[in-house]
């Protein structure tokens, strides 16, 4: 079992930054595959950024460019740096981890999530 936490969200002006934590429980934190989905108000969850345990990035268009997704495997932690934040940004992140799977973006592959963090973007 893994039990993840995120941390890090909060109220931001456009343009401005956060960075996103994903603690994790456990020692093997760092055989899994890590991902970060977001949700807001009357949408679906979608994928926003993945990092496979082979050190493999992925990003949603829609990021891409703005953001960073790592991991440091002796803290259990996963962060994902976003920048140039805009109001279209604003949802519910959840980190999420999974052992293996076919499609590191399909939120469905994935075992384990935390609560979630709320990331608002002000115009």
């Known amino acids: 079992q893994v039990q993840l936490v995120e941390s890090g969200g909060g109220l931001v ?9 994903c603690t994790a429980s456990g020692r093997t934190f760092g055989s899994y595959d890590m991902g970060w989905f977001r949700q807001a108000p009357g949408k679906e969850r ?3 950024a993945a990092l496979s345990w082979s050190g493999g990035t992925y990003y949603a268009d829609c990021v891409k460019g703005r953001s960073t997704i790592s991991r440091d495997n002796a ?3 996963g962060y994902l740096q976003m920048n140039s934040l ?4 604003t949802a519910v992140y959840y980190c ?3 052992i293996r799977g076919l499609s590191i973006a399909t939120m469905n592959e994935y075992d384990y999530w ?4 709320q990331v608002t973007v002000s115009s």
């Open 13 to 21: 002006q456009a343009g401005g930054s956060l960075r996103l934590s």
């Open 46 to 48: 979608d994928f926003v």
């Open 75 to 77: 803290k259990n932690t």
């Open 86 to 89: 805009k109001p279209e940004d």
């Open 96 to 98: 999420a981890a999974r």
């Open 114 to 117: 935390g609560q979630g963090t």
